[in-house]
Protein backbone atom coordinates (compact mmCIF):
# COMPACT_ATOMS: atom_id res chain seq x y z
CA UNK A 1 0.00 0.00 0.00
CA UNK A 2 2.66 2.15 0.64
CA UNK A 3 4.76 1.83 -2.32
CA UNK A 4 1.37 3.10 -4.16
CA UNK A 5 1.16 6.22 -1.79
CA UNK A 6 4.05 7.83 -3.21
CA UNK A 7 3.99 7.73 -6.71
CA UNK A 8 0.23 8.78 -6.45
CA UNK A 9 1.28 11.98 -4.72
CA UNK A 10 3.98 12.57 -7.64
CA UNK A 11 1.53 12.62 -9.98
CA UNK A 12 -1.03 14.72 -8.25
CA UNK A 13 2.03 17.72 -7.98
CA UNK A 14 2.33 17.16 -11.90
CA UNK A 15 -1.28 17.52 -12.45
CA UNK A 16 -1.78 20.43 -10.60
CA UNK A 17 0.95 22.35 -11.53
CA UNK A 18 1.68 21.61 -15.38
CA UNK A 19 4.98 22.94 -15.31
CA UNK A 20 7.40 20.71 -12.95
CA UNK A 21 10.81 21.92 -11.96
CA UNK A 22 13.66 19.58 -11.84
CA UNK A 23 17.16 19.92 -10.15
CA UNK A 24 20.27 18.20 -12.44
CA UNK A 25 22.99 19.21 -10.07
CA UNK A 26 23.66 20.62 -6.86
CA UNK A 27 27.30 21.93 -6.31
CA UNK A 28 28.72 23.57 -3.40
CA UNK A 29 32.35 25.94 -3.84
CA UNK A 30 34.44 28.52 -2.12
CA UNK A 31 37.00 29.59 -4.34
CA UNK A 32 40.06 31.99 -3.22
CA UNK A 33 40.29 34.79 -4.73
CA UNK A 34 43.64 34.00 -6.03
CA UNK A 35 42.50 31.05 -8.65
CA UNK A 36 42.52 32.39 -11.98
CA UNK A 37 39.42 33.37 -13.78
CA UNK A 38 37.14 30.61 -14.93
CA UNK A 39 36.29 30.71 -18.72
CA UNK A 40 33.15 31.42 -20.33
CA UNK A 41 30.90 28.82 -19.77
CA UNK A 42 26.91 27.86 -21.19
CA UNK A 43 24.51 25.35 -19.31
CA UNK A 44 21.13 24.21 -20.99
CA UNK A 45 19.19 24.83 -18.04
CA UNK A 46 18.70 27.24 -15.59
CA UNK A 47 21.32 28.02 -13.12
CA UNK A 48 20.53 29.14 -9.24
CA UNK A 49 23.47 30.67 -7.82
CA UNK A 50 23.54 31.89 -4.14
CA UNK A 51 26.39 33.24 -2.70
CA UNK A 52 26.73 32.21 1.18
CA UNK A 53 29.82 34.37 2.41
CA UNK A 54 31.83 36.73 -0.30
CA UNK A 55 31.52 38.54 -3.42
CA UNK A 56 31.43 37.69 -6.68
CA UNK A 57 31.35 39.61 -10.08
CA UNK A 58 29.65 37.88 -13.03
CA UNK A 59 30.24 38.78 -16.62
CA UNK A 60 26.93 37.56 -18.50
CA UNK A 61 26.54 37.53 -22.10
CA UNK A 62 29.04 40.50 -22.09
CA UNK A 63 27.64 42.24 -18.72
CA UNK A 64 29.01 42.67 -15.77
CA UNK A 65 27.09 42.09 -12.46
CA UNK A 66 28.24 42.31 -8.65
CA UNK A 67 26.61 39.23 -6.29
CA UNK A 68 27.28 39.86 -2.39
CA UNK A 69 26.47 37.69 0.33
CA UNK A 70 22.94 36.80 0.58
CA UNK A 71 21.36 37.48 -2.87
CA UNK A 72 20.92 34.86 -5.48
CA UNK A 73 21.38 34.94 -8.99
CA UNK A 74 19.36 33.31 -12.02
CA UNK A 75 21.01 32.65 -15.02
CA UNK A 76 18.80 31.62 -18.07
CA UNK A 77 19.59 28.64 -20.12
CA UNK A 78 22.61 28.74 -22.98
CA UNK A 79 23.84 32.52 -21.77
CA UNK A 80 27.47 32.25 -21.62
CA UNK A 81 28.73 33.65 -18.42
CA UNK A 82 32.10 33.59 -16.16
CA UNK A 83 32.67 34.79 -12.82
CA UNK A 84 35.36 36.05 -10.24
CA UNK A 85 36.02 36.43 -6.54
CA UNK A 86 35.94 39.83 -5.59
CA UNK A 87 36.45 39.08 -1.54
CA UNK A 88 39.13 36.95 -0.23
CA UNK A 89 36.88 33.99 -0.68
CA UNK A 90 33.24 33.49 -2.06
CA UNK A 91 31.07 30.40 -0.45
CA UNK A 92 28.72 29.67 -3.49
CA UNK A 93 25.47 26.87 -3.76
CA UNK A 94 24.83 26.49 -7.32
CA UNK A 95 22.04 25.10 -8.57
CA UNK A 96 21.23 23.64 -11.74
CA UNK A 97 17.14 23.00 -12.61
CA UNK A 98 14.68 22.86 -15.76
CA UNK A 99 11.36 22.19 -16.00
CA UNK A 100 8.98 19.64 -17.50
CA UNK A 101 5.44 20.12 -19.14
CA UNK A 102 4.29 16.50 -18.48
CA UNK A 103 1.10 16.53 -20.53
CA UNK A 104 2.08 18.21 -23.98
CA UNK A 105 5.84 18.26 -23.86
CA UNK A 106 6.00 14.39 -23.59
CA UNK A 107 7.91 14.38 -20.73
CA UNK A 108 10.48 16.58 -22.16
CA UNK A 109 12.10 19.38 -20.40
CA UNK A 110 11.82 22.94 -21.53
CA UNK A 111 13.52 26.26 -20.20
CA UNK A 112 10.18 28.14 -18.96
CA UNK A 113 10.56 30.14 -15.88
CA UNK A 114 7.99 32.45 -16.37
CA UNK A 115 5.37 29.73 -16.77
CA UNK A 116 6.10 28.69 -13.76
CA UNK A 117 5.57 31.74 -12.03
CA UNK A 118 2.47 32.48 -13.91
CA UNK A 119 1.17 29.12 -12.19
CA UNK A 120 3.09 30.49 -8.86
CA UNK A 121 1.36 33.46 -9.27
CA UNK A 122 -2.06 32.43 -10.12
CA UNK A 123 -2.53 35.34 -12.76
CA UNK A 124 -0.73 37.17 -15.63
CA UNK A 125 1.01 39.94 -13.25
CA UNK A 126 4.05 37.81 -12.65
CA UNK A 127 5.51 38.69 -16.08
CA UNK A 128 5.88 42.84 -15.55
CA UNK A 129 8.25 41.04 -12.46
CA UNK A 130 10.39 39.46 -15.10
CA UNK A 131 12.34 40.84 -17.72
CA UNK A 132 14.19 39.40 -20.93
CA UNK A 133 17.31 39.43 -19.20
CA UNK A 134 19.33 36.84 -19.59
CA UNK A 135 19.90 36.71 -15.71
CA UNK A 136 17.71 37.85 -12.58
CA UNK A 137 19.24 38.88 -9.41
CA UNK A 138 17.06 38.41 -6.33
CA UNK A 139 17.85 39.64 -2.59
CA UNK A 140 16.01 41.69 0.01
CA UNK A 141 13.72 39.61 2.32
CA UNK A 142 13.57 36.76 0.87
CA UNK A 143 17.19 35.37 1.24
CA UNK A 144 16.57 33.83 4.18
CA UNK A 145 14.29 31.24 2.94
CA UNK A 146 15.85 30.68 -0.60
CA UNK A 147 19.39 29.80 1.20
CA UNK A 148 17.22 27.83 3.38
CA UNK A 149 15.71 25.77 0.69
CA UNK A 150 18.81 25.67 -1.70
CA UNK A 151 20.80 24.00 1.70
CA UNK A 152 18.19 21.43 2.05
CA UNK A 153 18.54 20.22 -1.65
CA UNK A 154 22.12 19.89 -1.36
CA UNK A 155 22.36 17.98 1.67
CA UNK A 156 18.58 15.98 0.57
CA UNK A 157 21.31 15.02 -3.30
CA UNK A 158 23.56 13.96 -1.34
CA UNK A 159 21.42 11.95 1.05
CA UNK A 160 20.23 8.13 0.50
CA UNK A 161 17.29 8.89 2.01
CA UNK A 162 13.75 6.59 1.59
CA UNK A 163 11.70 8.52 -1.30
CA UNK A 164 14.24 11.03 -1.96
CA UNK A 165 13.49 12.16 -5.69
CA UNK A 166 10.03 12.55 -4.78
CA UNK A 167 11.62 15.07 -1.84
CA UNK A 168 13.96 16.55 -3.82
CA UNK A 169 10.84 17.32 -6.09
CA UNK A 170 9.19 18.63 -3.57
CA UNK A 171 12.05 21.12 -2.15
CA UNK A 172 12.39 22.60 -5.63
CA UNK A 173 8.78 22.68 -5.88
CA UNK A 174 9.31 24.83 -2.57
CA UNK A 175 11.92 27.15 -3.97
CA UNK A 176 10.73 27.95 -7.28
CA UNK A 177 7.56 29.78 -4.91
CA UNK A 178 10.03 31.01 -2.77
CA UNK A 179 11.51 32.21 -5.77
CA UNK A 180 8.50 33.30 -7.45
CA UNK A 181 7.54 36.00 -3.91
CA UNK A 182 10.37 37.18 -3.95
CA UNK A 183 10.38 38.21 -7.55
CA UNK A 184 7.16 39.58 -6.98
CA UNK A 185 7.93 41.34 -3.80
CA UNK A 186 10.69 43.47 -5.75
CA UNK A 187 8.63 43.92 -8.32
CA UNK A 188 6.00 45.74 -6.04
CA UNK A 189 8.81 47.33 -4.57
CA UNK A 190 9.87 48.81 -7.71
CA UNK A 191 6.29 50.62 -8.51
CA UNK A 192 6.37 51.84 -4.63
CA UNK A 193 9.70 53.45 -5.06
CA UNK A 194 8.54 54.96 -8.81
CA UNK A 195 5.15 56.18 -7.00
CA UNK A 196 6.21 56.84 -3.37
CA UNK A 197 6.18 59.75 -1.35
CA UNK A 198 9.64 60.59 0.69
CA UNK A 199 7.65 59.72 4.03
CA UNK A 200 7.05 55.70 2.00
CA UNK A 201 10.50 55.84 0.70
CA UNK A 202 12.12 56.32 3.69
CA UNK A 203 10.28 53.22 4.81
CA UNK A 204 11.81 51.46 2.15
CA UNK A 205 14.98 52.31 3.06
CA UNK A 206 14.40 51.06 6.49
CA UNK A 207 13.29 47.55 5.28
CA UNK A 208 16.18 47.50 2.79
CA UNK A 209 18.45 48.24 5.82
CA UNK A 210 16.33 45.47 7.65
CA UNK A 211 17.09 42.70 5.25
CA UNK A 212 20.32 43.80 3.86
CA UNK A 213 22.24 45.01 7.30
CA UNK A 214 24.51 42.40 7.36
CA UNK A 215 25.36 42.44 3.24
CA UNK A 216 28.38 45.36 3.90
CA UNK A 217 25.77 47.85 2.91
CA UNK A 218 26.10 51.85 2.97
CA UNK A 219 23.86 54.73 3.76
CA UNK A 220 24.48 55.65 0.54
CA UNK A 221 23.28 52.42 -1.46
CA UNK A 222 20.16 52.90 0.79
CA UNK A 223 19.52 55.82 -0.41
CA UNK A 224 19.99 54.93 -4.05
CA UNK A 225 17.74 52.05 -3.36
CA UNK A 226 15.28 54.35 -3.12
CA UNK A 227 16.43 57.14 -5.68
CA UNK A 228 17.24 59.87 -2.60
CA UNK A 229 19.90 61.78 -2.52
CA UNK A 230 22.35 61.15 0.57
CA UNK A 231 21.60 63.76 2.05
CA UNK A 232 18.31 64.61 1.89
CA UNK A 233 18.00 60.86 2.77
CA UNK A 234 19.72 61.35 5.81
CA UNK A 235 17.59 63.75 7.47
CA UNK A 236 14.04 62.48 6.36
CA UNK A 237 14.94 58.98 8.02
CA UNK A 238 16.31 61.09 11.23
CA UNK A 239 13.15 63.09 11.22
CA UNK A 240 11.03 59.83 10.58
CA UNK A 241 12.95 57.64 12.94
CA UNK A 242 14.51 59.65 15.38
CA UNK A 243 18.31 58.06 14.61
CA UNK A 244 20.56 58.76 11.92
CA UNK A 245 20.85 55.71 9.14
CA UNK A 246 24.40 55.01 9.65
CA UNK A 247 23.42 54.87 13.45
CA UNK A 248 20.49 52.63 12.66
CA UNK A 249 23.00 50.48 10.56
CA UNK A 250 25.37 50.30 13.31
CA UNK A 251 22.83 49.37 15.76
CA UNK A 252 20.85 46.61 13.53
CA UNK A 253 24.44 45.40 12.89
CA UNK A 254 25.69 45.19 16.61
CA UNK A 255 22.44 43.58 17.51
CA UNK A 256 23.17 40.54 15.04
CA UNK A 257 26.85 40.64 16.63
CA UNK A 258 25.25 40.41 19.79
CA UNK A 259 23.69 37.17 19.11
CA UNK A 260 26.91 35.39 17.41
CA UNK A 261 29.05 36.12 19.85
CA UNK A 262 26.66 34.04 22.42
CA UNK A 263 27.84 30.65 20.36
CA UNK A 264 31.14 30.29 21.00
CA UNK A 265 31.99 27.62 18.30
CA UNK A 266 32.00 31.20 15.71
CA UNK A 267 35.04 32.75 15.91
CA UNK A 268 35.06 36.52 16.50
CA UNK A 269 35.81 37.53 12.85
CA UNK A 270 33.46 35.12 11.42
CA UNK A 271 31.38 36.87 13.88
CA UNK A 272 32.29 40.39 12.34
CA UNK A 273 32.08 38.83 8.81
CA UNK A 274 28.69 37.67 9.46
CA UNK A 275 27.14 40.76 10.88
CA UNK A 276 28.01 43.20 7.97
CA UNK A 277 31.33 44.46 9.04
CA UNK A 278 33.95 44.96 6.04
CA UNK A 279 36.74 43.70 8.82
CA UNK A 280 37.24 42.94 12.29
CA UNK A 281 39.11 45.62 12.98
CA UNK A 282 36.21 47.68 12.29
CA UNK A 283 33.97 45.82 14.52
CA UNK A 284 36.09 45.52 17.20
CA UNK A 285 35.93 49.39 17.29
CA UNK A 286 32.49 49.85 16.42
CA UNK A 287 31.79 46.97 19.23
CA UNK A 288 33.57 48.68 21.57
CA UNK A 289 31.62 52.23 21.10
CA UNK A 290 28.45 51.00 21.53
CA UNK A 291 28.47 48.21 24.13
CA UNK A 292 31.27 49.46 26.27
CA UNK A 293 33.38 46.61 25.89
CA UNK A 294 35.51 44.70 23.49
CA UNK A 295 33.33 41.20 21.97
CA UNK A 296 35.47 39.01 23.69
CA UNK A 297 34.68 40.64 26.88
CA UNK A 298 30.87 40.48 26.18
CA UNK A 299 31.30 36.67 24.72
CA UNK A 300 32.95 36.13 28.23
CA UNK A 301 29.84 37.72 29.98
CA UNK A 302 27.16 36.09 27.97
CA UNK A 303 28.09 32.68 26.44
CA UNK A 304 26.72 30.12 28.67
CA UNK A 305 29.34 27.40 28.12
CA UNK A 306 32.42 29.93 27.94
CA UNK A 307 35.74 28.54 28.80
CA UNK A 308 38.93 30.57 29.14
Same mark, same amino acid.
Not at 29 to 47: A, D, F, G, L, R
Not at 274 to 298: D, H, L, W
Given at each position: ???????????????????????????????????????????????????????????????????????????????????????????????????????????????????????????????????????????????????????????????????????????????????????????????????????????????????????????????????? !???? %??? &? $? @???? =? *?? /? +?? #??????????????????????????????? !???? %??? &? $? @???? =? *?? /? +?? #???????????
Amino acid at each position: MFENVLPAIEESIKNDTGVFPVVFEGLEHVIEKKVPSVNMSTHNTHELCYIRNGKAEFIIDGRRVSVEKGSALIIRPDTPHCFTVESSVADTIALYFGFAKEKNMGGRYQPSLESFFEFAEGDDDSKDALSKEPFIVISGSYKKEISEVMEKIVKERKSEFQSKDLMLQILTLELMLVLSRALRREWEESLRVKNGKAQELVFIAKEYIDSNYDRGITVASAASYVYL !SQGY %FTR &A $F @RDEF =G *IS /P +MS #YLMKKRIERACELLEDKQIKVAGVASMAGFS !SPQR %FNV &A $F @RKQM =G *IT /P +ME #YRKQHAADYEE
